[in-house]
């Protein structure tokens, strides 16, 4: 028996974009467009009376307008994934950044073409994968594969949490983030404790209009400097670094003084920036005294930079399934036996005060 289709409600003013968006989906036999609304308000009825898997919400709308509209369907149905739909305006991309802090699961840019048919396409590149990662945020990932530097023996999780290694010093934390990052990244960085003092390095996939203002509503929320990576620009500790939309971040070193380094290589795991590039140079020059965090996000991005440290004698966390909007990169990593805790996203701050801000632990 065929499994049952992925329900979507779109939710935007615009006639034009319903039928972008109906028709980007509707080219994949698994999603159904349960309904569309003109605005928030009409949306949360729809909601009321029938329940669907996934929301594509619009931002600016008429009667209620998408922020509006997420803070009730959070409030009323907590566990339903919502997708904001930005137009590519600075108003646009700041209304977005808010929505996916306040808990939005993802989101996606209009397209910004004149063609429907690379509209359409635009749209099912990018939003068809997103949809069905959001409707089975919990699928289990494949069997697990087995590697060497790590023992078999040992099954990191929240209830039995891995001890520091004596001796293990971090000099950097660094955090890949995607699908619901925004949201994550807010609840670990502002309840790091005061006295932090390690520099983190983040990668959050996201367009290039929105990485700034990322990084703007970080430093106000967590009260500690955050501004996009720059290339050639010193990494200072208690600071915090965004790659920028688009760009590759790096870490390079110029004398003692350790700098991020921007490029636009190819994209990998179709992503730019992507969380590899950053970690494996975290692993080359901090050698063993990384601490990484693989946060909530779909695909398997950062796995391979995960290797170099993890086999570099670094530390990692992965956020545990139950948690995770989405657990593909974070579930990448723990099946791959790489992370030495699996934690809830509650957990992850006070675990890294307990690992940079107090005396380690010790085996």
Known sequence: MSSPKIRVLIVDDSAVVRGLLSRALESDDRIEVAGTAMHGQSAI????????????????????????????????????????????????????????????????????????????????????PMIKALANPSADPATPATTGWRSSSLSPTADAPARTPKGFAPHVVVIGSSTGGPRALTEVLTNLHPDFSLPILIVQHMPPMFTPLLARRLELECSRPCRE???????????????????????????????????????????????????????????????????????????????????????????????????GMPGAVVRERLAHQVLPLDMIAPTLNRICCTENATL
């Open 45 to 128: 009825s729809h909601l009321r009376r029938q329940l669907v898997d996934v929301v594509l919400m619009d931002v600016e709308m008429p009667v209620m307008d998408g922020l509006t509209a997420l803070g009730i369907i959070l409030k009323e149905f907590p566990k339903l994934p919502v997708v904001m739909v930005s137009s590519l305006t600075q108003a646009g991309a700041e209304t977005t950044v808010q929505a996916l802090s306040l808990g939005a699961a993802g989101c996606i840019a209009k397209p910004a073409t004149s063609s429907t048919s690379e509209s359409i396409s635009l749209l099912v590149d990018e939003l068809v």
């Open 229 to 327: 990576g720059t290339n050639g620009s010193p990494i200072e500790g208690g600071h915090m670094y965004v790659a920028p939309g688009d760009f590759h971040m790096e870490i390079a070193r110029r004398g003692e003084q350790m700098m991020t380094i921007l490029h636009r290589n190819e994209p990998e795991h179709f992503c730019r920036p992507s969380v590899n590039p950053l970690f494996r140079t975290a692993a080359q020059w901090y050698r063993g005294n990384v601490l990484a965090v693989m946060l909530t996000g779909m695909g398997d991005d950062g796995i391979e930079g995960t290797r170099e440290i993890a086999a570099g004698n670094g530390y990692v966390i992965a956020q545990d399934r139950a948690s995770s909007i989405v657990w």
